[in-house]
């Protein structure tokens, strides 16, 4: 089993439409990291959150540490969000490396 | 630079011979890492380096894989005697000084990475 695993691994969606993606990890983290890859394109960090919830635009992260669950939120989807969102973990220690999740492919239709 | 960059963005070579693929950080990022991203297995860490040396080695997959860090700055990750396995993106990604930007956990920058691919 993966330490960290995300749900669902493809979703698709009607322009407009609200996202909800998941990412569950079985290791205790110090930060829970969401990144964006778009098809043929480089990893951008959307979020670095150690707890409670981060916004940026139509973007939301949420964290239950006790749960040990994250969840990413798009509102009002667009087809430029239409992209691999990729869950990862800071597990904590002497240094950074973060281990992943396999992704969840959006496709956002007009 | 602005950003982490990577060379080459492509890299084709047949089975058996040594590539090296460069990773340029972010100016000031002291901790480097490489992670690689083969098609249906995702994302997965190799090596990480805090200056220019590198404590934790545990993701390098074979002893074919090494990689090195010279003035705190550009790295080099090289494999020898390559195989079609090893074909995936090899990613860079570099982060500020431990607790630099107030968390214990800093953002990590990545670099476009490097297609290799092995005939």
């Known amino acids: 089993k993966n330490e960290v695993e995300q749900s669902p691994q493809n979703l698709t969606a009607q322009e407009g439409e609200f996202i909800t993606i998941n990412c569950s990890y079985s290791v205790g983290i110090s930060a829970l990291h969401w990144l964006q890859q778009h098809p043929g394109g480089g990893i951008v960090s959307l979020f670095m959150l150690s707890s409670g919830k981060k916004k940026h635009g139509r973007l939301i992260a949420t964290i239950n540490i006790q749960e040990k669950h994250s969840s990413l939120h798009i509102t009002a989807s667009h087809p430029r969000d239409s992209a691999v969102y990729i869950c990862a973990a800071n597990s904590g220690g002497s240094n950074y490396k973060l281990t992943f999740g396999k992704g969840t492919l959006l496709t956002v239709n007009p | 630079g602005a950003g982490v960059s990577q060379s080459p963005s492509n890299k084709v070579t047949e089975k058996g011979k040594d590539v090296e693929l460069r990773c340029d950080p972010i100016s000031g990022h002291t901790a480097l890492y490489w992670y690689r991203q083969s098609l249906g297995q995702g994302l997965e860490f190799l090596i990480y380096?805090?200056?220019?040396?590198?404590?934790?080695k545990s993701g390098l997959p074979s002893d074919r894989f090494s990689a090195e860090r010279t003035g705190g700055s550009v790295s080099t990750l090289t494999i020898q005697r390559t195989q079609q396995e090893d074909s995936a993106v090899y990613l860079c990604?570099?982060?500020?000084?431990?607790?630099?930007?107030?968390?214990?956990?800093?953002?990590?920058?990545f670099g476009p990475g490097t297609r290799l691919t092995v005939l």
């Open positions: 380096f805090q200056g220019n040396s590198a404590p934790d």
């Open positions: 990604a570099s982060t500020l000084p431990r607790g630099a930007s107030g968390s214990s956990y800093n953002e990590q920058f």
